[in-house]
């Protein structure tokens, strides 16, 4: 069975530049999650989608960042512009949502970005 | 509040048990989490524990719960340089998102 797969595993770019990541979770998971990991800290929650719909974006700094999940399968996030302070990885993880008691998430390998 | 601390390294020689702490500040929390990650690669859910449980064994892995002392231990037994990695502890409560902590790395010397 094919785990969370992401795209792509690295981009370096320019600051000002647009970079998007994209995202595809485990097939039958409902629920899929974008995290941002900085250098020698957890993953922190960006944004969470429950189907299409997303539930919790209050981390997601929308004046840069944007993220769709046009059909509740797979999912883009955007920044544009970049910034230096946004070198970090991005995780994506997936689960089959909180209406299970677990929730267990299962994360991709994420996309390490380096704004020069 | 919410706030997950560890200790930031641990170094073991191979064949000795390992013990990673975690401290949590919700003591409503609902599920205990360990998450392993190793250079380059996601988070891979290790073993998890429900709050109204002292105890968790999985093969080489044992997870103990304190709740009055709000602390989490993961008890890694015959430790391999296989298992050397960045290990997470994450809480969740409700429908809250998970919380991570920062992270201890396992280094295993041969």
């Known amino acids: 069975e094919a785990g969370v797969v992401q795209s792509p595993r690295y981009k370096i770019i320019e600051k000002k530049q647009p970079v998007a990541f994209w995202c595809n979770p485990i097939s039958g998971h409902n629920t899929l999650y974008w995290y941002l990991q900085n250098l020698g800290q957890g993953p922190e929650l960006l944004i969470r989608?429950?189907?299409?719909?997303?539930?919790?974006d209050s981390q997601l700094p929308k004046d840069r960042f944007s993220a769709e999940r046009l059909k509740g399968v797979d999912s883009t996030l955007k920044i544009q512009p970049a910034e230096l302070g946004d070198s970090a990885v991005y995780l994506c993880?997936?689960?089959?949502?909180?209406?299970?008691?677990?929730?267990?998430?299962?994360f991709g390998p994420g996309t390490r970005l380096t704004v020069l | 509040g919410e706030d997950v601390e560890q200790s930031l390294f641990l170094s073991v020689r191979e064949g000795d048990s390992s013990v990673i702490n975690c401290t949590y500040t919700?003591?409503?929390?609902?599920?205990l989490y360990w998450y392993k990650q190793e250079p380059g690669a996601g988070l891979q859910l290790l073993t998890y524990i429900f709050s109204n449980m002292d105890m968790k064994q999985d093969q080489r892995l044992t997870v103990l719960l304190n709740k009055k002392d709000k602390h989490l231990s993961l008890r890694i037994a015959d430790t391999q340089t296989g298992d050397s990695a960045i290990y997470f502890c994450a809480e969740r409560w409700g429908n809250t998102p998970l919380v991570f902590g920062k992270g201890t790395r396992l280094s295993v010397i041969a």
């Open positions: 989608y429950e189907n299409e719909e997303a539930v919790d």
């Open positions: 919700d003591s409503s929390s609902t599920y």
């Open positions: 993880a997936s689960s089959f949502g909180q209406s299970t008691s677990t929730d267990t998430q299962y």
